[in-house]
């Protein structure tokens, strides 16, 4: 048995470790049966980047043993810093690319509002820096919140919340395909969805389908409102053309 503290093999039955004191009987009892912490929260690479690239090595190329393992509770301190830096070293490099981009486009394409996307060069890099960070957490607990609900109504949440929100926590890692100049963002999209359906399965033992259900039925309703909407201004449109007053050529 290894002290979860400062990680050394100490004797089976004791509750304290013999090298730095800390508690040994309670850190175990926090991890489920059969899980393992992930490397970014395990004693020895925790907040490491060794441990941020283990993790990301797991969760985004072998995402099915990744979360099958992953301890599905022991506090969301972990995950949401986890998530907060990933989410937020690729959105920069999106943004910068954004910026280094968008001259050499617009000496072959004409780009409308070219002088508005000029502010972002100024002030509006650093506004970006301080606003994504409170849209990721609040995105974090959303969504969360919004995917554990949907897997309730179909009885596939089988543990709380916190399992939830470590596996869109952990998810949030797809964000570095963002640094693909573009087409990032799309590989991102679909891969973060990918990610949360297996992660969602994984990590509370439920179906695909329950799992597909929590991830694809919000966006299915987001698209659908959008249809709608789109086809509502659409007849709005053709019906006051329709009854406009018919004005004979002079």
Same mark, same amino acid.
């Given at each position: 048995?290894?002290?979860?503290?400062?990680?050394?093999?100490?004797?089976?039955?004791?509750?304290?470790?013999?090298?730095?004191?800390?508690?040994?009987?309670?850190?175990?009892?926090?991890?489920?049966?059969?899980?393992?912490?992930?490397?970014?929260?395990?004693?020895?690479?925790?907040?490491?980047?060794?441990?941020?690239?283990?993790?990301?090595?797991?969760?985004?190329?072998?995402?099915?043993?990744?979360?099958?393992?992953?301890?599905?509770?022991?506090?969301?301190?972990?995950?949401?810093?986890?998530?907060?830096?990933?989410?937020?070293?690729?959105?920069?490099?999106?943004?910068?690319?954004?910026?280094?981009?968008?001259?050499?486009?617009?000496?072959?394409?004409?780009?409308? !509002? #070219?002088?508005? %996307?000029?502010?972002?060069?100024?002030? *509006?890099?650093?506004?970006? @820096?301080?606003? /994504?960070?409170? =849209?990721?957490?609040?995105?974090?607990?959303?969504?969360?919140?919004?995917?554990?609900?949907?897997?309730?109504?179909?009885?596939?949440?089988?543990?709380?919340?916190?399992?939830?929100?470590?596996?869109?926590?952990?998810?949030? !890692? #797809?964000?570095? %395909?963002?640094?693909?100049?573009?087409? *990032?963002?799309?590989?991102? @999209?679909?891969? /973060?969805?990918? =990610?949360?359906?297996?992660?969602?399965?994984?990590?509370?033992?439920?179906?695909?389908?329950?799992?597909?259900?929590?991830?694809?039925?919000?966006?299915?309703?987001?698209?659908?409102?959008?249809?709608?909407?789109?086809?509502?201004?659409?007849?709005?449109?053709?019906?006051?053309?329709?009854?406009?007053?018919?004005?004979?050529?002079?």
């Amino acid at each position: 048995m290894f002290c979860p503290h400062c990680g050394k093999e100490v004797s089976e039955g004791h509750v304290f470790c013999q090298f730095c004191g800390g508690a040994i009987a309670s850190a175990e009892s926090a991890l489920s049966p059969g899980r393992a912490k992930t490397a970014w929260e395990d004693p020895s690479t925790r907040w490491t980047l060794q441990g941020l690239i283990s993790s990301l090595k797991g969760s985004l190329f072998a995402p099915a043993n990744f979360f099958r393992s992953m301890n599905v509770t022991g506090g969301i301190t972990d995950p949401l810093l986890y998530a907060l830096i990933t989410g937020m070293v690729s959105w920069m490099i999106y943004y910068f690319w954004q910026i280094v981009l968008h001259d050499p486009l617009s000496s072959y394409i004409p780009l409308k !509002g #070219a002088s508005d %996307f000029d502010l972002l060069r100024g002030t *509006g890099i650093v506004a970006a @820096a301080i606003i /994504t960070p409170f =849209i990721l957490i609040a995105s974090l607990f959303i969504w969360s919140g919004m995917l554990h609900l949907l897997l309730m109504m179909v009885r596939g949440a089988k543990n709380g919340f916190e399992a939830t929100f470590r596996v869109v926590s952990y998810s949030i !890692g #797809a964000y570095i %395909f963002l640094m693909i100049p573009f087409c *990032g963002a799309i590989i991102s @999209a679909l891969w /973060t969805i990918v =990610i949360a359906i297996i992660g969602l399965k994984e990590a509370h033992g439920t179906t695909g389908g329950k799992a597909s259900f929590a991830v694809l039925f919000p966006l299915i309703m987001c698209c659908s409102i959008v249809m709608l909407f789109f086809l509502l201004v659409l007849g709005t449109v053709a019906t006051s053309f329709g009854t406009m007053p018919h004005q004979p050529w002079k």
